[in-house]
């Protein structure tokens, strides 16, 4: 709710709040029937007293525009579901239908207090803090190019000349060899997986992901309706011959890996075992998915190169973003394969969302072809590392005793098991009261115990700040 | 396939076509097994002389590359597919699972054929000419505003700073009352229809749409495993009474209508019958989904309000779009509804692909709001005007006696029946090998000989020449 009480107005605040809910029932918004936040959630919502609301709901009881009921709350009225009178749109009955499944409640619950959180420590969110984005350099390199007098609908792929650049840009920076007929522009990675797991899998169908995984916490896979079996992930990433395990158990037909910098460990998967799971998935004939949003991201000089740059057989897909290395809301990424299936995916594509606009993708286009690009890497890392290590410190100093850590090389995130006994709910739950947001390792498939911190958000001084608090709070539960 | 052969180059042409066959193998692009092009195909594609291709071909079979057998044609070898070896996914197993169901053949036909034809008559895909985009007048507002600082993940339902802009846009133009928390950016109309039919719906559902309609040619409602059934169009739209009739006797679940310049046949439902549609619906207690994206192109002065501006029981989900006003590229749409089920939706198509970027919602933001938008407007309209007066002109000229058709007070659409008869596929073949592209009837689900012609890609001169040469292939056929 994004309406605010206007505290300069003559007109008294109950009798805008009235005024607003008035309005949203008329015009449908509040369909008939339906619940409205109960008085003190409106309450904090709108950020009035409590009682202005009771105040607010008597009127509308009054007036006849909502009904109440003990245990029940309040409801617009006078229809109520279930025994819904002509006239209207059973609703309710439309949204809990569909093959998606919502959001898991503890995501939710940390995904809306970070929306609303003041002054607050967000340890939680996979993106970079506000002063990490190159707003400036991007629009200075877009205002440099004219916008193309063709603005009718693109390339299903994706607008060729920006595929032909990230064709460049992925044999320079990946040494990935590919054509840009074999290259979809997708809405971030978050597409490409919806893609992947829609069109080339059946429900029913069993995949492995890694434990924990950054996957595990996507209901897509569950509302594709696929079946998820475990690879464990150590020091040296999954162990390869648990795919063949798997495999032989339960016929496992896509495998999914984010083998550098992994979400949420932040673990690298070492040589020997990149070549020996391309090995393993290449004789089983099982196609993997290699996620790689942050592999640019290496703080010790170490280029990680992904699984696609050695597969020989056309046996990957590789999928990679620009949302953790210029900006999430950009909203580009990419899928990278053989081209029946980039055809099969864009095509099915046409029917989700006629492709990506072309906007996003021209900026993109222009911006890691420019000098400024390398230039803001850097920095970037630079600035990551220096955040990485005042995390490193803050734990030591804070938690030395209580977490164990490996200091991440590369990437956003550093993950932590707590070594006393705890309850992830509480603990989030206890953290917001403090506000602070991290996300538990039990939404990535971990078992209770284990958080996952991420170091990009915060300005170095309120790392050190956000991790002493976090000390007290588990110190509390 | 985008790749071209370089003619001022000193290596041979079959030589260069040759190397670039041999790296889509070893990268992966044509995976062992994959049958490549038919000669005639590649030649095409690749614009040379067929017997350079069956030259490249010899090569690469020489060279192992490749396998050619009678009646199967040329495969990357040494793997067939159905009898895999090991090494290698069988891919065509993926690409013919997941739950999308490919474009219908003759559309892609259509589009593939609009993508390659140079120095044709495209009369066939709903989107404006180049000349009638506002480039000029979009970078123009968009340069004036610095990029937002913060460039991280936007609110799940777009920019709220856009939607507020909208609520006011739909207030103005379409008397819709709305607030921004009621609206959810979408990526075009085609995403808002994907997202209704797959998250609000269930597998086995049925729902109504007009007959003809554009809805009947999106194979997505096949996708989502939706039963079908037909609200017949005359010239005062649908007929309200069949709605009750598909309700006793289908219990369908959800009214897909276009009441505005419909596509295809550019017809305006009556305002008795847009009274009775609301009426109907409500008591039954059905949803409606109103897809509005051209009732701002009215050629005659007079606005027709969406059903979304009368109705009051909050039964209407309306779907709006900028593509066919603004640019078709920019993929902006909308929308609006209960707050409850904008929430459902904007949670769902957090999965699939995370949100709009937040580029296309600023400039469209901005444009909207400029002094320049209803100058934009008014050139459109005027355009469109004339290009839709010299299509009536040719069509009484040239095809006076064969077609009969009523004048589109608005849109981009002229909708036309043929009085001999004629098989479509037959007509679309013949039209292509003459250079002009249309769509026919069949695909909206009209009986054969029916044709839907835009006269909004066309200058006015070319609309001649188009109708002037499809009358000779009528004649034809």
């Given at each position: 709710m994004?309406?605010?009480v206007n505290?300069?107005s003559?007109k008294?605040?109950?009798?805008q709040?009235?005024?607003?809910i008035?309005e949203?029932?008329?015009y ?11 008085e003190?959630?409106m309450?904090?919502q709108l950020n009035?007293n409590?009682?202005t609301i009771?105040?607010v709901y008597?009127?509308?009881?009054a007036?006849?525009l ?14 109520k579901w279930?025994?819904l009178?002509?006239?209207v749109?059973n ?5 809990e239908?569909?093959s998606?499944?919502?959001?898991y409640?503890?995501?939710k619950?940390?995904?809306?207090e970070?929306?609303?959180?003041k002054?607050?420590y967000?340890m939680?969110?996979?993106e970079l803090s506000?002063d990490?984005f ?6 200075a390199s877009f ?8 603005l ?12 032909e650049t ?6 320079e ?5 590919v054509?840009?007929?074999s290259?979809?522009i997708t ?12 069109c ?5 169908d069993?995949?492995?992901?890694e434990?924990?995984s ?5 209901p897509l896979?569950?509302?594709?309706g ?6 464990p992930v150590d020091?040296e990433?999954?162990n390869p011959?648990?795919?063949v395990?798997?495999?032989r ?6 495998i999914f890996l984010?083998?550098t910098?992994q979400?949420p460990t932040?673990?690298v998967m070492?040589?020997p075992?990149r070549e020996?799971v391309?090995?393993?998935a ?12 942050v592999?640019?991201l290496s703080?010790d000089g170490?280029?990680?190169y992904p ?7 056309g046996n990957?897909l590789y999928?990679g973003?620009?949302s953790?290395?210029i900006?999430?809301s950009l909203?580009v ?9 980039i ?5 099915a ?7 990506l606009s ?10 890691i072809?420019s000098?400024?690009y390398?230039k803001h890497?850097?920095f970037?890392?630079q600035e990551?590392?220096e955040r ?7 734990l ?7 977490v164990?850590?490996?200091?991440p090389?590369?990437?956003?995130f ?9 309850d992830d ?5 206890e953290?917001?009261?403090n506000?602070i947001?991290?996300?538990?390792g039990?939404?990535y498939?971990s078992?209770?115990?284990y958080v996952?911190f991420?170091?990009a958000?915060?300005?170095?001084e309120a790392i ?5 608090k976090?000390?007290?709070v588990?110190d509390?539960?």
């Amino acid at each position: 709710m994004e309406w605010s009480v206007n505290r300069e107005s003559d007109k008294p605040i109950y009798q805008q709040i009235f005024e607003y809910i008035e309005e949203k029932i008329a015009y449908g918004e509040f369909p008939p029937g339906s619940r409205l936040p109960s008085e003190r959630k409106m309450a904090e919502q709108l950020n009035v007293n409590r009682m202005t609301i009771v105040h607010v709901y008597d009127e509308l009881q009054a007036s006849g525009l909502v009904e109440r009921k003990k245990g029940s709350g309040t409801r617009v009225s006078t229809h109520k579901w279930g025994i819904l009178p002509k006239g209207v749109t059973n609703w309710r009955k439309y949204i809990e239908g569909g093959s998606f499944l919502p959001t898991y409640p503890l995501i939710k619950r940390i995904r809306d207090e970070a929306k609303v959180m003041k002054d607050g420590y967000n340890m939680a969110g996979g993106e970079l803090s506000t002063d990490l984005f190159p707003a400036s350099f991007l629009q200075a390199s877009f205002n440099q190019h004219a916008f193309p007098s063709n603005l009718g609908y693109v390339h299903p792929q994706g607008h060729l000349e920006f595929r032909e650049t990230l064709a460049s840009y992925v044999k320079e920076y990946h040494d990935i060899n590919v054509t840009s007929s074999s290259i979809l522009i997708t809405s971030g990675a978050q597409q490409a997986l919806y893609l992947i797991t829609q069109c080339l899998l059946n429900p029913g169908d069993a995949v492995a992901i890694e434990a924990p995984s950054y996957s595990y916490s996507l209901p897509l896979f569950q509302s594709a309706g696929l079946r998820i079996f475990a690879l464990p992930v150590d020091a040296e990433g999954i162990n390869p011959d648990d795919i063949v395990t798997l495999y032989r158990k339960h016929q496992i037909r896509m495998i999914f890996l984010n083998p550098t910098f992994q979400s949420p460990t932040g673990g690298v998967m070492t040589e020997p075992r990149r070549e020996r799971v391309l090995e393993i998935a290449a004789e089983l004939g099982i196609p993997i998915v290699e996620d790689d949003p942050v592999s640019l991201l290496s703080f010790d000089g170490k280029t990680h190169y992904p699984l696609k740059s050695i597969d020989k057989s056309g046996n990957v897909l590789y999928v990679g973003s620009l949302s953790k290395v210029i900006a999430s809301s950009l909203r580009v990424g990419w899928i990278m394969g053989p081209e029946s299936v980039i055809n099969r995916l864009a095509d099915a594509r046409q029917q989700i969302d006629f492709g990506l606009s072309i906007f996003p993708q021209l900026i993109a286009n222009q911006f890691i072809q420019s000098p400024e690009y390398p230039k803001h890497l850097a920095f970037l890392k630079q600035e990551l590392l220096e955040r990485r290590n005042e995390m490193v410190l803050a734990l030591n100093e804070y938690l030395g005793d209580k977490v164990e850590f490996s200091v991440p090389k590369g990437g956003l995130f550093c993950w932590c098991k707590i070594k006393q006994k705890v309850d992830d709910q509480k603990l989030v739950e206890e953290a917001i009261k403090n506000k602070i947001l991290f996300m538990p390792g039990s939404v990535y498939g971990s078992p209770n115990g284990y958080v996952r911190f991420t170091y990009a958000r915060l300005q170095r001084e309120a790392i050190k700040e956000a991790v002493l608090k976090f000390a007290k709070v588990l110190d509390k539960v």
